[in-house]
């Protein structure tokens, strides 16, 4: 099955899109793999809502949960959907170049 660049670059701007997920990602990049609970504790969202957010950002593959002790599930950062919204913008900035490219020797030629 092909992956779908740009379908997962739309989740990826999708789950980046809102100021609180943002603050749960950089705390994973920071501090490493948490449960809800330890997120809860460094963030100023409630537990529950944290819990949501994880799992939308889990549905567009930006974190992993990992069953830890006592039946807590822990939550690692994926960096490869950030790899891949990354691409999808490279490709789409690179069309603009070239189509920027293909006006401005129109323009001059003229």
């Known amino acids: 099955m092909a992956l779908d660049i740009e379908a997962v670059a739309e989740q990826v701007f999708v789950a980046l899109a809102d100021p609180s997920r943002r603050a749960i990602l950089a705390a994973l990049a920071t501090d490493g793999p948490a449960t809800a609970?330890?997120?809860?504790?460094?963030?100023?969202?409630?537990?529950?809502a944290i819990a949501k957010h994880l799992a939308l950002m889990a549905d567009a593959g930006l974190v992993t949960p990992e069953p830890g002790e006592r039946r807590r599930i822990r939550y690692r950062l994926?960096?490869?959907?950030?790899?891949?919204?990354?691409?999808?913008?490279?490709?789409?900035?690179?069309?603009?170049?070239?189509?920027l490219e293909a006006l401005k020797h129109h323009l001059t030629a003229g």
């Open 37 to 48: 609970t330890d997120l809860a504790g460094s963030l100023p969202i409630t537990r529950q």
């Open 78 to 99: 994926r960096s490869a959907p950030v790899q891949l919204a990354q691409q999808f913008l490279a490709a789409l900035a690179n069309d603009w170049d070239d189509r």
